[in-house]
């Protein structure tokens, strides 16, 4: 199974090939994703970001030894071979702590970092990007990329202490877009420029050179540069690959290192066709998933309604909206619009901010309900039609079931499939 190095080297050599990077820890998109990558027989990029999971258990309560055991129970649950998935950590710098002096962030960011290499974890994005408190003015590149390589340092070392030797791989950049997508309406952007490319490379070239870590400087893959795409509450910024064909032809300048392309979460097929033709061999999806999982469930509740008794209903959509409201801080400061339209924001945002709420232990128990009270029924197929009319046409064709897990499953993996489609398949289909 080909590792992300020689996928990069494929790409910039021009074929028509990516990797997609599965940024969650929601269990059902976990084992929708190993399900995909099993029927397509590649490699699943799965990553955890730095506020997911963290040496202090981050927001889904996972150290980073917890995330690789969480997702090899999945996996050998699917039988899908634990060689084939390459695990990466997101936003690896000070972003949990930027609201501390540099020095103290800085410190947790460099446990942060020994914490998932000593787990395993293999591709490191390097992001240093972001303000600490004491930090003047904008965030100079100099000091992004002096706090990246020595954050690689820390990186190699621990490596080599902990496995004998390093094979890490690193994405660094500048110019990254904040985790989960944008917080603000958003009705253009201003696409990194070749300059800015060039300044970029060459100053954390320089820095990792100070520092003796030429050799790892070989294992950088990804550059993260804004393309051009992103998404806000309510809003998408679609690629234009005729924007992009400058930032897109400068990459040839830097050996063995392609674009990482963050918040392309939905976009249509064809941008991620052309994402990978323009050399963004990285794409990073989130919020999608976790986003077309809501939309499944919330559909299965709507069939509940109809099908249970009251009293055994789960009352999914119910509990959601209760837990967000009782713990706000996931969704209230992002979400700045009249109370009047705030029920439109929780429950349908892009930008997903209840997916933080999954992991709620109530939340967790009214979709065991949901799913348990709809297995003890037969569903009519005339609800799927109206609710999930996708799955129902899949069930009519007979490539899927009425089983409410299935159902969900294969929602999700409409998401991945547009993404394999553009990583892998299209190689095979001209061949």
Request: some cysteine; proline content about 4%.
């Amino acid at each position: 199974m080909k590792g992300i190095a020689n996928i990069i080297q494929e790409n910039l050599n021009g074929n028509r090939t990516g990797v997609y990077a599965v940024c969650c820890a929601q269990p059902l998109v976990i084992e929708a994703a190993i399900i995909q990558a099993k029927q397509d027989n590649t490699p699943l990029l799965v990553e955890a970001t730095a506020n997911q999971v963290n040496q202090f258990g981050g927001y889904t309560g996972m150290y980073p030894t917890d995330f690789i055991r969480f997702i090899h129970t999945i996996a050998n649950e699917q039988a899908f071979p634990i060689e084939n998935i390459i695990f990466g950590g997101d936003h690896l710098g000070p972003v949990c702590w930027v609201d501390e002096p540099a020095e103290s962030a800085m410190q947790k960011a460099r446990n942060l970092i020994a914490s998932y290499v000593s787990a395993g974890f293999k591709k490191i994005h390097l992001d240093t990007s972001m303000n600490c408190a004491d930090d003047l003015g904008v965030l100079a590149d100099q000091i992004i990329a002096e706090r990246a390589a020595e954050l690689c340092q820390v990186a190699e070392l621990t490596a080599i202490q902990v496995f004998g030797c390093s094979d890490l791989v690193y994405v660094v950049g500048t110019e990254v877009p904040p985790p989960g997508g944008a917080t603000e309406e958003i009705n253009d952007l201003e696409l990194t420029s070749p300059m800015e490319v060039k300044a970029t490379v060459e100053v954390h070239r320089q820095e990792f050179h100070k520092r003796g870590l030429t050799e790892a400087w070989q294992r950088v893959v990804g550059l993260v540069v804004q393309p051009g795409v992103e998404f806000d509450h309510t809003s998408i910024i679609d690629y234009d690959t005729n924007k992009a064909q400058a930032l897109s032809e400068c990459i040839h300048q830097y050996d063995g290192i392609a674009f990482e392309a963050h918040s392309t979460d939905y976009q249509n097929p064809q941008a991620y066709q052309q994402l990978v033709t323009d050399h963004f061999a990285i794409l990073k999806v989130g919020p999608q998933l976790t986003f077309a999982m809501r939309e499944a469930l919330f559909a299965l509740s709507y069939i509940e309604e109809i099908l249970v008794d009251k009293e055994q209903q789960s009352y999914l959509r119910d509990i959601c909206e209760a837990q967000m409201l009782e713990a706000p801080k996931n969704w209230q400061r992002f979400y700045q619009v009249p109370a009047s339209q705030e029920l439109l924001y929780r429950r349908y945002s892009y930008s997903d901010r209840i997916r933080y709420y999954w992991n709620d232990a109530h939340v967790n128990q009214a979709v065991d309900a949901l799913l348990a009270n709809l297995s003890a029924v037969e569903i009519p197929l005339p609800l799927i039609s109206q609710f999930m009319p996708e799955q129902y046409q899949a069930i009519r064709q007979g490539r899927l079931t009425a089983d409410p897990k299935q159902l969900v499953l294969n929602k999700i993996m409409q998401v991945t499939a547009v993404y394999a489609d553009a990583c892998y398949k299209q190689v095979s289909n001209e061949e």
